[in-house]
T-cell receptor, first 111, second 115 residues
Framework: GENVEQHPSTLSVQEGDSAVIKCTYS??????FPWYKQELGKGPQLIID?????GEKKDQRIAVTLNKTAKHFSLHITETQPEDSAVYFC??????????FGSGTRLSIRP | EAGVTQFPSHSVIEKGQTVTLRCDPI?????LYWYRRVMGKEIKFLLH????????ESGMPNNRFLAERTGGTYSTLKVQPAELEDSGVYFC?????????????FGSGTRLTVV
C-alpha cells in the first residue's frame, strides 16, 4: 500500500544553523505533499506544501524540494530559532484520496 | 472561523471499558477524518467521512472501533471494549475538499490511555 518514510526520527541543531528532514514516498500517483508541525499539546498544523508540478517552494525560512523521479521530498529550515522546536511530519496525498503521514521528526534547537 | 474541536483532551480508562471521542469539524467542511498516533509512530489513517457517509474506513483496526457522523456535522469514535494497544493520540481533521488542494485542519487530539 501507500507508504511515506521519514528521516531522521530525531534531529538536534544549534540555533542559527539549518535543519533538513527527508522523506520518500511509494505512490507514484501522489501529487500533493504537505508538511505539518506539531507543538506540544497541539494538533499538527500545516506549515508548507508543494505540488507535483513544481520542484521547489519557499516561504521565509522554510523551503521544500520535490524530486518526482526519485520520489523524494525534503523540508529545509534555515536560521533555526527556539520556536522551531517541534515534531515535523511529512505527508503525501495518495491516489486513494487520503493523506498518508511519515513517522515524524522531533527537532530540537540548542541555544 | 473556529477550528476543529476535540474532546475530551485526555482520557484514562481501564481495559474492557468503553470510551467515546468527539470531534466538531470546521463549519461547512464536508470531509472529516480520524487519525491515530500510537507510541511515537506515524499518524495513521483510520477513516474518512464525506458528510454523513463513510467514504473510506480501511484504516479502522477492528470491529471494536465504531465511528459515526449523524447529520454530517460532528463525529464520534467509540472504542468498545478498549484494549491496552488502543492507547495513543486520536486526531480528527476536516477539509473543504478531499485534502489534495487545501490540506487538512487538525484538532488538538484526544490522548487515550488504556490501563
Amino acid at each position: 500500500g501507500e507508504n511515506v518514510e521519514q528521516h531522521p526520527s530525531t534531529l538536534s541543531v544549534q540555533e542559527g544553523d539549518s535543519a533538513v528532514i527527508k522523506c520518500t514516498y511509494s505512490d507514484s500517483a501522489s501529487n500533493y505533499f504537505p508538511w505539518y508541525k506539531q507543538e506540544l499539546g497541539k494538533g499538527p498544523q500545516l506549515i508548507i506544501d508543494i505540488r507535483s508540478n513544481v520542484g521547489e517552494k519557499k516561504d521565509q525560512r522554510i523551503a521544500v524540494t520535490l524530486n518526482k523521479t526519485a520520489k523524494h521530498f525534503s523540508l529545509h529550515i534555515t536560521e533555526t530559532q527556539p520556536e522551531d522546536s517541534a515534531v515535523y511530519f511529512c505527508a503525501g496525498y495518495s491516489s486513494a484520496s487520503k493523506i498518508i503521514f511519515g513517522s515524524g521528526t522531533r527537532l530540537s534547537i540548542r541555544p | 472561523e473556529a477550528g476543529v474541536t476535540q474532546f475530551p483532551s485526555h482520557s484514562v480508562i481501564e481495559k474492557g471499558q468503553t470510551v467515546t471521542l468527539r470531534c466538531d469539524p470546521i463549519s461547512g467542511h464536508d470531509n472529516l477524518y480520524w487519525y491515530r498516533r500510537v507510541m511515537g509512530k506515524e499518524i495513521k489513517f483510520l477513516l474518512h467521512f464525506v458528510k454523513e457517509s463513510k467514504q473510506d474506513e480501511s484504516g479502522m483496526p477492528n470491529n471494536r472501533f465504531l465511528a459515526e457522523r449523524t447529520g454530517g456535522t460532528y463525529s464520534t469514535l467509540k472504542v468498545q471494549p478498549a484494549e491496552l494497544e488502543d492507547s495513543g493520540v486520536y486526531f480528527c481533521a476536516s477539509s473543504r475538499d478531499r485534502g489534495g488542494i487545501y490540506g487538512y485542519t487538525f484538532g488538538s487530539g484526544t490522548r487515550l490511555t488504556v490501563v
